[in-house]
C-alpha cells in the first residue's frame, strides 16, 4: 500500500489523466465507431471499417481505464498491471510493421506510415503503454503485489511444524521486506543444501555455536531440535 506523499500523488495524477483519456477513446469507439475510424489519423489504413471489431477494442479500453481507476482509489500500482499489459501488447503490436507490407507476391515490404498517423501512433499508442509501464514498475520490489507474504504463509507454518519454533519474524519479514526475506532463504538454503560429509554432531555443534554467537533464541531452538531429531545427545 502507497503512502500519499508527493511522489505518489503525481502518480496518481498520471493513473487519472491516463485512465480518463483512455475513458474518453474508449467511449468514443463504442458509441460513435465510425466516426472515430475517420478521426484518428492512420486508423483507415489498416483496413476497411468493421464496426463491431471498433467496437470490442472500444470495451478493452474502457476496461484498462477502469483498472487505472481502481489503482488511484487503493493507491496500488497492482491494480494498473491489467492495463498496462493491454497497452504495452497493444504497442507491441503496432511496433511490427505488418500494416500494407504483405503483397500479393508474399514479398514482405515495409511501407512506413505517414507523418500525422505516426504522429497518432506516438500519442495514442506507444505513449500510453509507456506511462502505464511507469506505473506499475515499483520503487521497491516488494510493492510489486501483496502475493509474495499470502502464497508463503502455508510454507512458513510448514516450517514452524518441522523446525518445532514459531517464526513470526518470518511472516514480518515477509510482509514487511520481501528482498529481505528472499535473501535469508537462500542463506538458508545454502546452509542446508548438503548433508555434511563428517560427524553430524559436528556439524549440529557448530550451527549451534553460531546461533549463540548471534544471539538469535529461535535459532538456538532450531537447532537444539535438529540436533535431537539426528541422535544427538
Known amino acids: 500500500m502507497f503512502t500519499v506523499n508527493p511522489p505518489r500523488a503525481l502518480w496518481a495524477l498520471l493513473a487519472a489523466l491516463l485512465a480518463l483519456a483512455l475513458l474518453m477513446n474508449g467511449v468514443a469507439m463504442m458509441g460513435a465507431p465510425l466516426s472515430w475510424y475517420g478521426f484518428v489519423p492512420g486508423v483507415p489504413a489498416t483496413g476497411p471499417f468493421n464496426e463491431h471489431f471498433v467496437s470490442d477494442i472500444g470495451v478493452g479500453y474502457v476496461a484498462a481505464a477502469l483498472s487505472l481507476a481502481l489503482a488511484v482509489g487503493r493507491l496500488e500500482r497492482a491494480a494498473a498491471v491489467p492495463a498496462a499489459t493491454f497497452l504495452s501488447l497493444h504497442a507491441v503490436i503496432h511496433l511490427i510493421p505488418l500494416k500494407g507490407a504483405l503483397r500479393l507476391t508474399g514479398i514482405f515490404v515495409y ?60 511472516r514480518e519479514m515477509a510482509d514487511l521486506n520481501w528482498p ?36 538469535c533464541g529461535e535459532c538456538v531452538q532450531i537447532h537444539l531440535n535438529l540436533a535431537a531429531r539426528d541422535g544427538v545427545k
Not at 151 to 164: C, D, S, V, Y
Not at 180 to 207: C, N, Q, W, Y
Open 111 to 170: 511501407q512506413p506510415p505517414e507523418r500525422a498517423a505516426l504522429l497518432g501512433e506516438i500519442v495514442g499508442v506507444y505513449a500510453p503503454a509507456i506511462v502505464a509501464l511507469a506505473l506499475v514498475i515499483p520503487t521497491r520490489w516488494h510493492e510489486l503485489w501483496p502475493f509474495p507474504s499470502r502464497a508463503l504463509k502455508p510454507l512458513i507454518a510448514a516450517n514452524e511444524r518441522r523446525l518445532g519454533v514459531k517464526m513470526d519474524y518470518v
Open 180 to 215: 529481505a526475506f528472499v535473501r535469508i532463504g537462500k542463506v538458508s538454503a545454502l546452509a542446508t543444501s548438503a548433508e555434511p560429509d563428517f560427524d553430524v554432531r559436528i556439524a549440529h555443534m557448530a550451527a549451534l555455536a553460531a546461533a549463540q554467537c548471534d544471539d
